[in-house]
């Protein structure tokens, strides 16, 4: 119980919390912005370059090309986490699918004629 005046603050939203929430979206915005993408896609092509003309070994390349998939991929990976932690998102239990009706079979195209030249009137200019 609080007495009579207090005042209760929630610990959910602290005084100068939001100072903190537009600082990490700030950052945010600078890691995953356009600057830092056009920046991982030059290391990761110049370190796909180098690989291939044998002037770094595998395991670095490899490293330096999944550090751009973990940073970019971050908010995917946290939220999948979460879901499956959670266990809300799971996918309900799978219901009866009622059965398609039965496909009908197209009526068959008529025989072409007998006679019939696909190359005529093809050397004839147009007036």
């Known amino acids: 119980m609080l007495a009579a005046g207090t005042v209760s603050i929630p610990l ?12 990490v979206a700030w950052l945010q915005g600078t890691l995953l912005g356009t600057i830092a993408t056009t ?6 092509a110049s370190i796909g370059l180098m690989m291939l003309s044998g002037r770094v ?5 490899l490293t330096v090309i ?5 940073l ?3 908010s995917a990976i946290v939220a ?3 879901a499956t932690l959670s266990g809300v998102d799971r996918a309900p239990p799978p219901t009866r ?7 009908v079979a197209a009526p068959p195209a008529p025989p ?9 009137g093809a050397s004839v200019p147009a007036r």
């Open 12 to 23: 959910t939203d602290p005084p100068g919390s939001s100072a903190i929430v537009a600082a």
């Open 39 to 44: 920046v991982a896609i030059i290391a990761v």
């Open 112 to 120: 072409p004629p007998a006679n019939r030249d696909p190359y005529a």
């Open 80 to 82: 999948g986490l979460q």
């Open 66 to 70: 999944a550090g751009a998939f973990i």
């Open 72 to 74: 970019f991929g971050a």
């Open 57 to 61: 070994n595998l395991r670095y390349g």
């Open 97 to 103: 699918a009622e059965a398609p009706p039965p496909m």
